[in-house]
């Protein structure tokens, strides 16, 4: 038993520190939120140089093909930077999709090209009923043509706005299970009647934007997997998605933390730094105590989901309930220990606040993740 | 990381489970206490046995030195066996503090002759162990203790008085920190004794607590004559070697506790698949099933933020802020859960042992106000906080 990692990852981790460090200053992010792509060419090139868009692919597809304990590093670091752009749609949601469900050959075609930053996969999941069960699937795919068309309108998906192509999450068949009957599809974003709108959102930092699907018709190989078959692996990449987005939010609270303890040592009142008394002092200690709770259960969470373990839905579902509450309180926390420096916009810590509130409704909130886990520990 | 274990650390757990299972007293629960982990007075002799039948099977002081009675194994079999002992629901260990505390810090600071004497006896359950730490003017602020020790040829002569102190009523031998330098810094002039609690002038009165048991006493010494040969660590060197012993207490102990946090939330949610309220079986709560799912994702969390400091431990290096929160996080979670066992039992919570409407016979009443010691003793969880707030973030002291 070895629960902590290993140097190679503590390498990565320092590494990616300090190109965060360099190249996703305050003022990047700042720059970024305010432009509608979110990213730079630049800046997404040299992700791709340290071969992190490629992370967790396969070697065959472009990738470097580490793990997913490793990709849990990468995040929490870039959660620390508050990274801006389409990393998480591109690797997490698009890639890991294609890379579960799509043949060798659209494989082939689309994970070497993430890979080297060359394109950009998204995923349109979720519809404006806000479900993230299955029965929220209603986009309907129907046959036509040797193809399918596809109706309908998505809603919170991640930027699609600069996304080459979208897997859209549609139905193929109602009634019965709703669970049969989903099926994804690789579909162009220049294919004719998909009409992509960007949304203002309270996190600048991530882009959401509505999709709506005007009868657009795409060609049977379009399919990725099968036809009717699309909700189980969807399950598992959301599954990995949620425990990534879990790590990200660890290294944004982490980063609250660090700036509140700091700030704490050397702003005065009464004549002392404010962190000698208790009402502060206990305060950061319960900070302290969420973030190392949080990081342990998304390590868990990490390793079953890595180790495919009888147990990984359980364990994502308890990371993300326990963590989504608790990079929300630890990011007020931040704020009201600063007093009124923390809720100005020139301060950084409404960058991490807003990205907890976002991150803690992105795959289920706390309350929808407890009652998971109240229903698979057979309650 | 990996979380598996190796072929040996299965063998190892495959022998815990099957000797618990012939060995186990089955009827423990109904004996004495549904979840608690505290030893009750009514227990003491069946808990006695049971850490005797544990020794002679090898399965207490697994991390201990062969030479001092342990078996030299590593903290991974020390969670294996916490573990497979939490899921059985077996009994806790009597002298916990000897085991948790006394033992550890024998072993680090002790001379041979000290490391062959005692750590043995505390295994074997021979000797029990107790904690002379606070003081009536002395909690908190441990290092203004005032009980005095003033030396006397090749003895030192002990006066003064110790509270809160938990089996000193059955305990063989004391923990005890007393003042050898009154003219020194209040952290520098103290002593750690290893203190025979059977000698001339050591007097025991027993406190009743809010349970209506007598599980803590105050002690009294009167001119207590102990040799030098008792003194642990060196004179005047009281301060951080009681500070080893709290280590251990957090980190070892600790760790146990939280473990064993298991049999309390696997017995609650047994009692609330039974119980109903307004027609509804609680476990159909959707309300209830959010307490009781948030109770189980915290014991979780602690499991495995324990685990990553003894991965720590380990791998040779100095336990990070994750092992200083497991004591905080621990009591949180315990009393969170005591208060949601009188929830689910509503107005049956003010029912307590002795008649026939109370449920699971009044048990849980005695492990709630049990509860609310959890964040006093041990140090308080304020204490806690400056620790954290201090030695972890670097925070000025106040």
């Known amino acids: 038993m070895d629960f902590g990692f290993s140097e190679e990852q503590e390498l990565l981790r320092s590494t990616a520190r300090k190109f965060f460090e360099k190249e996703c200053t305050s003022e990047f992010v700042r ?7 979110g990213t730079t060419p630049e800046f997404w090139a040299k992700l791709a140089e340290q071969g992190w868009l490629g992370l967790i692919f396969p070697e065959v597809y472009g990738g470097a093909g580490l793990g997913f304990v490793d990709l849990v590093v990468l995040m929490e670091e870039m959660g620390r930077a508050v990274m801006p752009g389409p990393y998480f749609s591109t690797v ?25 930053g060359e394109a950009r996969v998204t995923l349109a999941w979720t519809e404006p009923n806000a479900r993230w069960d299955a029965q929220g699937v209603t986009v309907a795919a129907t046959e036509a043509g040797g193809g399918f068309t596809l109706s309908g309108t998505k809603l919170f998906v991640p930027d699609a706005h600069i996304a080459d192509a979208l897997v859209v999450v549609a139905r193929t068949a109602a009634g019965g299970n709703p669970q049969e009957g989903v099926s994804l599809f690789l579909v162009p974003k220049t294919a004719p009647g998909l009409e992509v709108t960007l949304l203002p959102t309270m996190d600048q930092t991530r882009k959401l934007c509505e999709v709506k699907l005007g009868r657009v018709a795409v060609p049977a190989d379009a399919l990725l997997g099968e036809k009717g078959k699309g909700w189980q692996p969807l399950t598992r990449v959301v599954e990995r998605a949620t425990v990534a987005l879990c790590a990200e939010m660890c290294g ?33 200690a319960d900070m302290l105590v969420e973030v190392e709770n949080a990081k342990s259960i998304t390590y868990y969470a990490a390793w079953a989901v890595d180790e495919s373990a009888p147990e990984a839905a359980r364990a994502a579902s308890m990371a993300k309930a326990y963590v989504s509450d608790a990079s929300r309180r630890v990011s007020a926390a931040g704020i009201q220990l600063h007093g009124g420096i923390g809720f100005t916009w020139e301060h950084d810590l409404h960058l991490y606040f807003k990205r907890a509130k976002g991150s803690e409704f992105t795959f289920g909130d706390a309350t929808y993740h407890r009652e998971r886990v109240a229903q698979l520990i057979n309650l | 990381m990996d979380l598996t274990l190796t072929p040996e650390q299965q063998s190892f757990r495959d022998e815990v489970r099957a000797w618990l299972e012939a060995n186990m007293p089955r009827d423990f629960a109904a004996r004495v206490m549904a979840s608690s982990d505290i030893p009750r007075p009514e227990a003491y002799d069946l808990l006695r046995e049971w850490q005797k039948q544990l020794h002679r099977a090898g399965f207490i002081g697994l991390t201990w030195p062969k030479e001092y009675g342990g078996r030299g194994l590593t903290f991974v079999e020390e969670m294996i066996l916490h573990a497979e002992m939490a899921l059985a629901k077996a009994p806790p260990v009597l002298n916990i503090l000897g085991v948790g505390m006394a033992g550890p810090t024998i072993i680090a600071y002790g001379t041979e002759e000290q490391k062959r004497r005692y750590p043995p006896k505390i295994l074997s359950c021979e000797e029990i162990w107790c904690q002379g730490y606070s003081e009536p003017n002395a909690g908190s602020d441990l290092a203004a203790l005032q009980t005095r020790a003033v030396r006397d040829g090749e003895s030192y002569v002990i006066n003064g008085q110790k509270v809160w102190t938990s089996l000193a009523h059955v305990a063989d031998w004391m923990m005890l920190l007393a003042r050898t ?39 009294f010494f009167d001119n207590v004559r102990v040799h030098e040969s008792h003194v642990l660590g060196g004179v005047n060197n009281g301060w951080a070697v009681g500070m080893t012993t709290l280590m251990y207490e957090r980190l070892a102990l600790g760790f146990g506790l939280q473990v064993r946090l298991r049999i309390a ?89 002795g008649t026939q409407w109370a449920v699971e016979g009044g048990l849980w009443q005695y492990t709630f106000l049990r509860s609310r010691a959890n964040s006093i003793e041990g140090g308080t969880t304020e204490i806690q906080k400056n620790i954290i707030g201090e030695r972890v973030l670097g925070l000025p002291k106040g």
């Open chain 1, 252 to 284: 944004g609270a982490q980063r609250v933390l660090d700036m509140t303890t700091e700030y704490a040592k050397i702003r005065v009142a009464f004549g002392k730094p404010i962190g000698a008394y208790q009402g502060v002092k206990h305060k950061a």
């Open chain 1, 92 to 116: 997490h949601l698009g890639g890991l999709t294609i890379l579960e469900a799509g043949s060798d050959a659209q494989k082939k075609r689309w994970l070497p090209k993430l890979s080297a």
């Open chain 1, 31 to 37: 720059k970024m939120m305010a432009t509608p792509e």
């Open chain 2, 181 to 219: 330098d009154p003219d020194a810094p209040k952290h520098k002039g103290i002593t750690y004794f290893l203190l025979d609690m059977h000698l001339p002038g050591v007097t025991v009165k027993p406190l009743r607590q809010i349970t209506g048991d007598e599980e803590f006493n105050e002690v």
């Open chain 2, 265 to 353: 939330l696997d017995g609650l949610i047994e009692m609330a698949r039974r119980v109903e309220k307004g027609g509804a079986r609680i476990t159909k709560d959707p309300v209830m099933r959010q307490r009781i799912a948030q109770l189980w994702i915290d014991t979780e969390c602690l499991k495995y933020t324990g685990a990553r400091a003894i991965t720590r431990l380990l791998k040779g290096e100095m336990p990070g802020p994750e092992a200083s929160t497991g004591k905080m996080g621990w009591v949180d979670t315990h009393q969170r859960l005591q208060e949601l066992a009188t929830e689910i039992q509503g107005p049956y919570s003010q029912l307590m042992k």
